[in-house]
Structures are given as structure tokens and as C-alpha cells.
């Protein structure tokens, strides 16, 4: 546009130029532009125009087209030229590294196989490194954090324990995922073995795996991540089954001191994690939850609603004091007594079973569905406040057995 721009100028001021001179000044406007550019683009590329400048003004602004031609040409070649070294570089640190594998192998006469795993395993690791690789001494260790908490936040999301965990304490989490230890498995390598001791919980990423469990063994393949041994978080937990990796699969590990380190200093979260654990065992005793290697969503679900934490930071409006109210009849004085009287007296007396019903009907707050326990979800105080009046009533009547 400015060099049509000078032309007509030029024309104005009575001097030569390119567009009399070259017979553009009669042309359609969409010519005279289409002429313009195929100038302007000579000066940047070498496909020379021929349309030349006529006058001084058009040969200073073509001078003036020409360096700028240099400079922006010069940066753009010493970028890609920076570009293309650093390539290079980073392709020689890879084939550097893979040479000293590869030398120390072969000065140690290693066997085929073991070489044939190690080099594989080797290219895998520095395929996923020589993309981006990240110094960490450069960044402090709060940010380290949060570049993890970016990256594994959502995993560990999926499970409501964690994730109600980071509702109570943000930090925690982030450190938690800062915690989590990431190991890749290679195709045909053991990643837990049946009856060996559980160190901790397993998060499996998408692969492809394969599961033993007494003489059956069947490969399965999942597209999202799944906890697996959390039990041995908590409490000592032998493996039921193995399983092995079919192929180069990245598998989270987070160990029951990790845990401990992240929560230590955060007094709710240890509070949650605790509760948790207990009701889990609880569950776990009293074989409401199988003790397997991948929990159901809910057991999960229970265990964390189950919790003090948890019912404070979902506390409904019938659970308050001034509007809770607990449902159905409430048996009188005399009812109590003459069913404690049943018990102690002479004659036939309930049975345990009878007993325990009973005990429900006469005390709203201790019924299976309706009851205090059981709006709160702490089936195991519910049983444990049974447990106690069934036993005095036992001692009173001089039943031991």
C-alpha cells in the first residue's frame, strides 16, 4: 500500500515512477495492488519484480524495504538456526546416554535378553524425558509440589477420600501429590505378588495388565486409573492376586509413611484420615466390606461419610439440634421396665435376637433406619451402644454364657 503510495505521489509531484512508467496507472484497482505486492515480497524473497523504482523517493523507500528486509530475514534465520542447534543437542544427550547404556552392557558381558530389556526400557525412559526435561534445583520445593498437585490432582480426585481431603486442607493435598512415587513396569514385570506383603496403595494408569488369582489368570484393560491394596495403607494386607504389566504402563505408588508425612501437620485431616481408617476396619471385621484389592465405590463412599469430619462439613438441616427429631413411637417408662423385668425375672427370657429388637423399639435412636445412629451413618456406634446394653443386661441376669 505505501509503495502505491509513493507512485502516486510521485504522479502529483510531476516525476517519473513506476506507475506511468510501467503502465499501471490506467490498470483496475485490484491490478495496481496485486502489483504492489509482487514488489514488495522481491525485496523480502529472491523472486525479483520487475517494476524498479524511477525517482529518488521510490529508490529511498525501496533502500529503506531492502534492510528492513535484512533485519527481519537475519532474525528469522538465527532463530531456526538456534532452533535446529538445540535439537541437535538434545538428540546427542539422548544418543550419549543411551551409548554409555549401551558400553556398559557390553564391558560387563551382559546376556542378549537382559540387554534386549535394558536398551528397551532405556529408549521408553528417554522418550518420555527428552520432550520437555525440567531441572528441578531450579524451583523451590512449594512449587515442585504444585507442578505435581497439577499433573496427579486429578487421579487422586477420583477417590473420595483424597478428594474430600483436599476440600479440608488444600496444602495437604498438594503435598500428598508431591508424595505419590511414580515407577513404570515393562510387559511381563510383576507389579504385586499373591500373598506378599502390601506396602501400600497402587494406582494403576491406563494399560494393559494381566490378573492372577488362584489358577485363573485373565488380562484386562483399563482406560482410566484404579486404587488398588488400599487396605495396606491402614493395616497389614496380604495380596490375593498378582498382576503384571503387558506393556510399559506409569503406576503411582503412595506408602503409608507419605501419607503420614502430608497429613502430620494438619490436625483435620489426621482427624478425617483416622476415622477412615477405623471405620474401614470396623467394616472390614465385622465382613460388611470384602477385604479385596480394589474397594467398592461404596465402601468407599461409607467409610468417608461415616466420619466426624465429613458430617460437619455436610451438616443438613435435619441433623441439627433444633430441628433434628427422631421418628417413630416413643415407648414409655413402664414399657423399659417390663422388658428389663422380662430379662432379670424368673421364667422364660428373650432370646438375643429378640433382645436386640426390642431394645430398637424401645429406643428410637438406636433403630436400623430411622435412628440417630443411622441418620449420622455410624452403624458402628449403633453397635457398639447395643453391645453395651445387651451385656449389662446379661451381667444383671447372671447369664455368662
Given at each position: 500500500c505505501f509503495w502505491f503510495y509513493v507512485g502516486r505521489m510521485s504522479i502529483e509531484n510531476g516525476l517519473e515512477n513506476w506507475l506511468v512508467n510501467y503502465k499501471f496507472d490506467s490498470r483496475t484497482g485490484p491490478e495496481q495492488y496485486l502489483a504492489s505486492c509482487h514488489w514488495i515480497l522481491g525485496q523480502f524473497t529472491p523472486a525479483p519484480s520487475n517494476i524498479h523504482a524511477r525517482n529518488t523517493t521510490e529508490r529511498g523507500y525501496n533502500l529503506f524495504v531492502i534492510f528492513f528486509a535484512l533485519l527481519v530475514v537475519g532474525s528469522c534465520i538465527s532463530r531456526v538456526s538456534a532452533t535446529i542447534q538445540q535439537v541437535i543437542k538434545l538428540n546427542s544427550e539422548v544418543s550419549d546416554r543411551k551409548r554409555s547404556v549401551a558400553m556398559y552392557l557390553k564391558m560387563n558381558k551382559i546376556s542378549m535378553h537382559l540387554c534386549t530389556r535394558v536398551m528397551r526400557f532405556v529408549e521408553h525412559s528417554l522418550g518420555r524425558h527428552k520432550v520437555a526435561p525440567l531441572d528441578m534445583s531450579l524451583l523451590s520445593s512449594n512449587l515442585i509440589n504444585e507442578l505435581h498437585m497439577d499433573r496427579r490432582g486429578p487421579i487422586l480426585r477420583k477417590h473420595q477420600m483424597y478428594g474430600f481431603m483436599e476440600m479440608i486442607s488444600p496444602k495437604a493435598f498438594t503435598r500428598l501429590c508431591g508424595l505419590l512415587q511414580l515407577t513404570v513396569f515393562e510387559d511381563n514385570e510383576v507389579i504385586f505378588a499373591s500373598f506378599s506383603e502390601g506396602v501400600g496403595m497402587y494406582i494403576l494408569g491406563p494399560g494393559t495388565y494381566q490378573e492372577q488369582k488362584d489358577d485363573e489368570i485373565s488380562n484386562f484393560t483399563q482406560w482410566d486409573h484404579t486404587f488398588w491394596s488400599e487396605i495396606a495403607l491402614f493395616m497389614n494386607f496380604q495380596h490375593t492376586t498378582t498382576v503384571c504389566s503387558l506393556q510399559f504402563n506409569d503406576i503411582f505408588v503412595l506408602?503409608?509413611?507419605?501419607?503420614?508425612?502430608?497429613?502430620?501437620?494438619?490436625?483435620?485431616?489426621?482427624?478425617?484420615?483416622?476415622?477412615?481408617?477405623?471405620?474401614?476396619?470396623?467394616?472390614?471385621?465385622?465382613?460388611?466390606?470384602?477385604?479385596?484389592?480394589?474397594?467398592?465405590?461404596?465402601?468407599?463412599?461409607?467409610?468417608?461419610?461415616?466420619?466426624?469430619?465429613?458430617?460437619?462439613?455436610?451438616?443438613?438441616?435435619?441433623?441439627?439440634?433444633?430441628?433434628?427429631?427422631?421418628?417413630?413411637?416413643?415407648?414409655?417408662?413402664?414399657?423399659?421396665?417390663?422388658?428389663?423385668?422380662?430379662?432379670?425375672?424368673?421364667?422364660?427370657?428373650?432370646?438375643?435376637?429378640?433382645?436386640?429388637?426390642?431394645?430398637?423399639?424401645?429406643?428410637?435412636?438406636?433403630?436400623?433406619?430411622?435412628?440417630?445412629?443411622?441418620?449420622?451413618?455410624?452403624?458402628?456406634?449403633?453397635?457398639?451402644?447395643?453391645?453395651c446394653m445387651m451385656s449389662a443386661l446379661w451381667l444383671a441376669a447372671d447369664r455368662y454364657e
Open positions: 506408602k503409608p509413611a507419605s501419607l503420614v508425612q502430608a497429613i502430620q501437620e494438619h490436625p483435620e485431616c489426621c482427624s478425617y484420615v483416622y476415622q477412615y481408617a477405623r471405620t474401614l476396619q470396623g467394616r472390614l471385621n465385622a465382613q460388611e466390606t470384602v477385604a479385596e484389592e480394589v474397594l467398592s465405590a461404596e465402601a468407599i463412599r461409607t467409610c468417608s461419610e461415616g466420619t466426624d469430619v465429613y458430617q460437619l462439613r455436610h451438616l443438613s438441616e435435619e441433623k441439627m439440634l433444633e430441628y433434628f427429631k427422631i421418628k417413630g413411637p416413643h415407648p414409655g417408662r413402664e414399657e423399659i421396665l417390663a422388658f428389663i423385668q422380662s430379662v432379670l425375672g424368673p421364667g422364660q427370657t428373650p432370646t438375643p435376637g429378640e433382645a436386640l429388637k426390642e431394645l430398637e423399639r424401645l429406643f428410637p435412636e438406636l433403630h436400623q433406619e430411622v435412628g440417630t445412629h443411622a441418620l449420622f451413618t455410624s452403624d458402628a456406634e449403633r453397635f457398639r451402644a447395643l453391645s
